[in-house]
């Protein structure tokens, strides 16, 4: 039998592979979401937390870290179909920080062996990470850039700025790029920064422009920068794993953690919550070509271009990032676009991206499929496995 071109009984076998995760400890619990053409599937297992008793459910709220990308990528597109922002136009305007950068001659190089910046930072080299700063794939304090991006409170991390938006950017600005504008992909940064240049452009708080445009016409309730007091029971707390023991220990709690209070910076990298009803709206959406119901977010156009791969093969040799991403990756605006099969779940053309606290969200418009996974594990070698197996048991459940 089959609902929604998918196998009950392979569906069956996803809840298996997923509750044998929680069983030997792993993580406390998951909640699995797939939804094909129109008929969704969720599955939530195990508890909110190592060793108590309150169950995970449908309904159970995470941080969904990186995730925020995709979402912040939307709002600037918003911004660019109103006029309001222009895809290749310096961000001075709105960031003046950002203005005359210099630019490392050597990554290995002092902070003031420098050279000016061949062009202006553009909104497009925020939205595919192209600003010349980032993440710096390297053991810490292996660069003076390193180490001065850390002492500045500015290192990407499980961790928010703990400043608020000028600041961010004043800190920001006082440093030099890492690469010239445009030349390479460098991890997160500019997201943050896009965030900002959001924030700025429309004369409103990230969270207040998010829930007007995005998260009110898609009902997005439950998805936030922080989790309001009366729904703090439904938040589950995040672990990471000891790299001695390998016992998981509270990385953010849920009744006093981070996320149980406004933040003071609104990251558009990675600051948000969120259900996976509430992502499976913002990726039904997004695989609808812009609307959902009756609500249009966005332009088939802009969700086409944000949807195509914008980094160049000659960026890709030089952009450093896990082993083999880019083999079957691309990044277009905010989100990353599998382009080559080479697994089951690997579709050329599905969109999406995850996050370091052990969530994953993708659209499929081959399939017709959206599929969301919901954990408390941070990312590492295991929460990496049970990532995998999650998408190896939605596609393996497709029955057509």
């Not at 990407?156 to 010239?180: A, I, N, S, T």
């Not at 980094?311 to 676009?337: C, H, L, Y």
Request: net charge neutral; charged share 25%.
């Amino acid at each position: 039998m089959s609902a929604g071109g998918l196998s009950k009984s392979r569906l069956g076998r996803m809840h298996d592979v997923m509750a044998s995760h929680v069983e030997r400890g792993e993580l406390p619990g998951v909640v699995a979401l797939v939804s094909r053409r129109g008929e969704v599937h969720v599955d939530a297992i195990g508890m909110k937390t190592v060793g108590g008793g309150d169950p995970m459910r449908r309904d159970t709220i995470f941080r969904i870290a990186s995730m925020t990308k995709p979402i912040t990528a939307v709002a600037a597109m918003i911004m660019v179909e109103e006029c309001k922002l222009r895809l290749d136009e310096p961000v001075d305007r709105w960031l003046p920080e950002l203005a005359n950068r210099k630019v490392l001659k050597r990554l290995d190089g002092p902070l003031d062996n420098t050279e000016p910046a061949k062009r202006p930072i553009s909104v497009r080299d925020l939205l595919t990470l192209r600003m010349g700063l980032g993440m710096i794939l390297a053991p810490p304090a292996t660069y003076p850039i390193q180490k001065a991006i850390a002492e500045a409170g500015l290192a990407p991390g499980p961790y928010l700025p703990q400043f608020g938006p000028d600041e961010y950017m004043k800190r920001l600005g006082r440093l030099p790029l890492v690469h010239q504008p445009g030349e390479k992909w460098m991890y997160h940064t500019g997201l943050d920064v896009l965030g900002v240049l959001i924030a700025r452009a429309s004369g409103q708080p990230l969270e207040t422009f998010f829930r007007e445009r995005i998260f009110e016409p898609l009902d997005m309730k439950d998805t936030a920068f922080s989790v309001p007091a009366a729904k703090l029971d439904r938040l589950a707390a995040s672990y990471n794993a000891n790299p001695q023991t390998g016992a998981l220990e509270v990385l953010d709690a849920a009744r006093d953690g981070q996320w149980s209070r406004p933040p003071v910076f609104q990251s558009g990298g990675g600051g948000l919550v969120s259900t996976v009803d509430d992502y499976l709206a913002f990726g039904q959406m997004m695989l609808n070509k812009g609307k959902y119901g009756r609500a249009r977010i966005l332009s088939r156009p802009s969700v086409e271009l944000m949807t195509t791969d914008h980094i160049t093969p000659e960026q890709k040799a030089v952009s450093v990032f896990f082993p083999g991403f880019w083999d079957s990756r691309g990044w277009g605006f905010g989100i990353s676009i599998v382009t080559r099969r080479d697994n089951i779940a690997a579709d050329p053309g599905r969109f999406g991206w995850d996050g370091g606290y052990g969530t994953s969200g993708y659209s499929d418009p081959k399939e017709d499929l959206v599929a969301i996974l919901m954990t408390q594990r941070a990312l590492d070698p295991i929460a990496l496995n049970i990532s995998a197996d999650f998408w190896t048991s939605a596609y393996q459940a497709i029955d057509d």
